[in-house]
Antibody, heavy 116, light 109 residues
Framework: EVQLVDSGGGLAQPGGSLRLSCVGSGFTFGDFPMNWVRQVPGKGLEWLSYISSSSQTIYYADSVEGRFTISRDNGKNSVYLQMNGLRDEDTAIYYC?????????WGQGTLVTVSS | EIVLTQSPDTLSLSPGERATLSCRASQTINNNYLAWYQQKPGQAPRLLIYGTSSRANGIPERFSGSGSGTDFTLTISRLEPEDFAMYYCQRYGGSPLWTFGQGTKVEIK
């Protein structure tokens, strides 16, 4: 069974940093591209970042470019999102998701709250 | 930037009825890179349809997708109690690479 488990969320101050992690199981992690998507509670979905299976190709949404960094460690079946310069508007549930043109599997999400 | 607009915002129907959800793109979506997701409260989204009309693994036949160009539709032939949820369309390609519609809530009438 394919599983993605997100972790690392919590409370951060404006301007602060957090590092999110997502561990995959039930599939060959290194064969698949991965993404991060967020959702403000009660609102819609926003794609944030993509990393190819080999880490050679990386994309970011304009809203996080220059502040967030995606990376992966295929040996640990993990993808990460380093979030720096956090803002109030980054408060959301963050999901990792597997896929390229469509997102076939999603983690359960981890809540990030940015507040002083 | 391609914008996806879903309609209606809320669809109030009874179990057993047919649901028709619309997703309109501001520009033509190439190669039918259009997907649909279902999300229930407190849960992550679940892939229903990809490539406009292909059902994901384990998705019941009552869910179907259609459309081309700028107009796409998700149809639920007969609503089951577990189908009352939020539905999002999503497209790949362009900038940003992935965009989602704002969602349609299917609620019990």
């Amino acid at each position: 069974e394919v599983q993605l488990v997100d972790s690392g969320g919590g409370l951060a101050q404006p301007g602060g940093s957090l590092r999110l992690s997502c561990v995959g199981s039930g599939f060959t992690f290194g064969d698949f591209p991965m993404n991060w998507v967020r959702q403000v509670p009660g609102k819609g979905l926003e794609w944030l970042s993509y990393i190819s299976s080999s880490s050679q190709t990386i994309y970011y949404a304009d809203s996080v470019e220059g502040r967030f960094t995606i990376s992966r460690d295929n040996g640990k079946n993990s993808v990460y999102l380093q979030m720096n310069g956090l803002r109030d508007e980054d408060t959301a549930i963050y999901y990792c998701a597997r896929g390229y043109s469509f997102l076939s599997y999603w983690g359960q999400g981890t809540l990030v709250t940015v507040s002083s | 930037e391609i914008v996806l607009t879903q309609s209606p915002d809320t669809l109030s129907l009874s179990p057993g009825e047919r649901a028709t959800l619309s997703c309109r793109a501001s520009q033509t979506i190439n190669n039918n890179y259009l997907a649909w997701y279902q999300q229930k409260p407190g849960q992550a989204p679940r892939l229903l349809i990809y490539g406009t009309s292909s059902r994901a693994n384990g998705i019941p036949e009552r869910f179907s997708g259609s459309g081309s160009g700028t107009d796409f539709t998700l149809t639920i032939s007969r609503l089951e109690p577990e189908d009352f949820a939020m539905y999002y369309c999503q497209r790949y390609g362009g900038s940003p690479l992935w965009t989602f519609g704002q969602g349609t809530k299917v609620e019990i009438k």
